[in-house]
Each structure stands twice: as C-alpha cells, then as structure tokens.
C-alpha cells in the first residue's frame, strides 16, 4: 500500500541552528500538508501545498512540494525553543481534495537552550 | 467555536470490554476523520464521514470497529471485545465544506487515550 516515510526520526539541535525534515511517498500525491504535534498535544494545521514544485514561507519555516509530487520537506532556520515537537507530513492518493490523509511517521525536534 | 471535543479523554477498560468513543466537531464542519495514533507513530486513518455517510474505512480496520455519525454532527466510535493492541490515541478530527478547487484542512481533537489492561 502506499506509504509516506519521514527522515530523520529524531534530531537535536542547539538553539539557532538550521533543522529540516524530509518527507517521501511511494506514489505521487494530489497535496500534502504538515502538522506540529506538541508534547501531550494533538496535531495542529500548519501549512498545505498543492502544486509541483510549489514553495511556501511562513516566517522562519520553508515548506517545498517536489517536481514530482512525491516528495516535500520543511526546513526551519534558527530554531527557537518554542520549535519544540513532533513535525508530520500527511498526503493524499491520486487527485482528491479531501477523504483520507496518509501521515508520515514524524521527526521529532528538541532544541537545546 | 471550541474546536472539536472528545469524550472521554482517558479511558482505562479490560480486555474483552466494549468501550465507546464520542467526537464533537467543529460547528458546520461536514466532514469528520477518526484516527488511531500509537508512540512514535503518525496518526493512521480508521473512517471518515461526509455529513451522515460512512465514505471510507480502513482496511485495518477489524470487524470490531464501528462508527457512526447519525445526524451528521456528532460521532461515536466503537470498540468491541477490546484487545491490548487496541490501547493507543483515538483522534478526531474535522473539516469545513470546500468549494471545488480548495482542499480540505482538518482540525483535530485532543483524542481519547484508551488502555486495555
């Protein structure tokens, strides 16, 4: 079936340093989306990309679509504290805009002070 | 708007127990996701509802699972003769009516915690 693989699982950084996660599919995706999830949290909206190639900014995060809609990857710069927690992508099958979303396993993110 | 509440939010039952599960959504959202989430995993999608209509369910989901959504506001989720592989996070989530072009972005819940002893 198709899946959604996330690397790395885990990362530490220092405060201030670059963090970026990787996010591939088996099969080309319609959009993906990433969510934060906090410790004891549950999973919050950040941003959704639709389009081949497409690039969306949201402050200190960089969100990418691949050419081939099989891929996307987050990269936040000069992570802060708050950064803290479990980034995942999610993606849809074919060329629906709603239904079933497939979640990657998740790269969880601490920031030492 | 409160955003989407589930009830309860810790549930302890033993094995072979049948437990049920409620989920809120959002005010008008159409659309209502259910979700199982174990440590270290994403969510995995169970079922999904479209106003009152069951459109998709999991493959992996066994016979044990039943969902519902008479009235196409609320929801319930179902667990009969619970077993220990069943204890994980039960997450909820929701979406408003999209017109053609949008794509839908779903809200979730806090989940229900549920462990099978």
């Known amino acids: 079936g198709q899946q959604v693989m996330q690397i790395p699982q885990y990362q530490h950084v220092q405060e201030g340093e670059d963090f970026t996660t990787y996010c591939n599919s088996s099969?080309?995706?319609?959009?993906i989306q990433w969510y934060k999830q906090r410790p004891g949290g549950h999973p919050v909206f950040l941003i959704q990309l639709v389009k081949s190639g497409e690039v969306k900014k949201q402050k200190r995060l960089t969100f990418q679509f691949g050419e081939a809609k099989k891929n996307s990857s987050l990269h936040i710069t000069a992570t802060q504290t708050t950064d803290v927690g479990t980034y995942f992508c999610a993606g849809r099958r074919g060329s629906s805009n709603t239904g079933k979303l497939i979640f990657g396993q998740g790269t969880t993110l601490q920031v030492k002070p | 708007d409160t955003g989407v509440s589930q009830n309860p939010r810790h549930k302890i039952t033993k094995r072979g127990q049948n437990v049920t599960f409620r989920c809120d959504p959002i005010s008008e959202h159409n659309r209502l996701y259910w979700y199982r989430q174990t440590l270290g995993q994403g969510p995995e999608f169970l079922t999904y509802f479209q106003n009152e209509a069951q459109l998709e369910k999991s493959r992996l989901l066994s016979d044990r699972f039943s969902a519902e959504r008479p009235k196409g506001s609320f929801s319930t989720l179902e667990i009969q003769r619970t077993e220990q592989g069943d204890s994980a996070m039960y997450l909820c989530a929701s979406s408003p009516r999209l017109s053609t072009l949008e794509v839908d972005t779903q809200y979730f819940g806090p989940g229900t915690r549920l462990t099978v002893l």
């Open positions: 099969t080309t995706l319609s959009n």
